[in-house]
């Protein structure tokens, strides 16, 4: 089922649910990846994304995880895909491949630029920016097509407005559905919803929510990816210290908080960064007012 099928069920006010894992680097990780997995299909969301690794890493699982998940537990799957190391051939045979495997939807990204380096650079015969590769995909007709946007700004760009700009381009060039990268104030979720609906971009802006599991964890992945915590977040993380479980737990609350508002307010779903853990989530999906979750 594509996308675009996945989010009917939102146009009868049922928001759509999505869960974002990446590919285990261990047997270790493997072996716990495989029993998070059930964990998390038990909640029932509508479909699973699994991350593209960066150059030399992760790469070939991302197919071989997103087609099991699909064949095991009878869940659509998106497989990541960036524009990093790869040529335009390679490309295409990595998206041959998806297909043969029966997967239907692609998250369609440029990529980072390489650990130590500021600028991204294409492989010589490579895709420059992520529109590149979604107008490839919609050439072939055969997946559908997700693509990130920031409301915060992409961490390299000019200025918000040229990032919605060209965030407009790439769905324009045919993207399905918009995922957004994380926040932890959705105020700035409901500005760049406005924006982008300015901008002429009309299909499901997606937002994207990672329930905070430790302080430093999240100290770490704000900073690379540009996202602000708000004040009374940053207090409440503050006093907690070092003391995992009281993050943790501010992570859960924070999560359910935000996800409340946003469907309260017509997010059409929630992608949620799970980071392969179902601890969280179990809680946060236990917690959540069940009308949220369903059609009225
Ligand atoms: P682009 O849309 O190409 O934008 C990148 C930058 O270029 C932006 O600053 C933009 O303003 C600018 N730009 C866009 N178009 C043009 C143009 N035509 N001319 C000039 N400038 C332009 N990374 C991974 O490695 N693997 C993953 O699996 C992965 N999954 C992700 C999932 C989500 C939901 C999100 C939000 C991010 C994910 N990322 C992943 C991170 C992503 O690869 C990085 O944020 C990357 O730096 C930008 O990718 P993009 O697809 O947004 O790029």
Redesign the pocket.
């Known amino acids: 089922m594509k996308f675009n099928q996945c989010y009917q069920t939102y146009k009868d006010k049922k928001p759509v649910i999505s869960f ?1 894992m ?1 590919p285990p680097k261990t047997e270790a990780a493997l072996e716990k990846f495989n029993k998070v997995v059930p964990e998390l299909v038990s909640l029932k969301p509508d479909f699973m ?6 150059l030399g890493s992760t790469q070939d699982s ?1 197919l071989e995880i997103a087609a099991r998940i699909k064949r095991e537990h009878q869940i659509e799957t998106a497989s ?5 190391g790869s040529t335009r051939e390679e490309i295409e045979e990595i998206l041959n491949s998806l297909s043969e495997s029966g997967i239907e939807n692609i ?7 390489p650990q130590g380096e500021t600028e ?1 650079k294409p492989v010589e015969g490579g895709y ?4 590149d ?1 979604v107008q490839h995909i919609k050439n072939r007709g055969d997946f559908g097509i ?5 409301p915060e ?6 200025s918000l407005a ?2 919605l700009d ?2 407009a ?2 769905v324009k060039a045919g993207s399905d559905i918009v ?4 926040f932890y104030d959705n105020r700035y979720y409901f500005e760049f919803v406005d924006e982008c609906r300015k901008r002429g971009v009309e299909c499901p802006i997606v937002p ?1 929510i990672l329930p905070i599991v430790s302080k430093k964890q999240i100290l770490r992945i704000t900073q690379l ?1 540009g996202t602000n915590i708000p004040e009374d977040l940053n207090s409440k993380l503050e006093a907690a210290g070092d003391d995992d479980e009281a993050a943790f737990q501010i992570g859960v609350d924070q999560a359910i908080a935000q996800v409340t508002e946003l469907l309260e307010k017509g997010a059409p779903g929630i ?1 949620f960064y799970v980071l392969n853990r179902a601890n969280h989530m179990k809680q946060i999906f236990e917690r959540l007012p069940a009308e949220l979750l369903s059609s009225p």
């Not at 997700?146 to 920031?150: E, W």
């Open positions: 974002e990446f994304t699994v991350t593209y690794g960066a991302t990541h895909l960036t524009c990093v998250v369609a990204l440029r990529g980072d630029p991204f420059r920016q992520a529109i590769l997700a693509v990130a946007g920031y700004k992409h961490i390299e760009a000019e040229t990032d060209f965030l381009e790439k995922v957004t990268q994380l994207g990816c992608h």
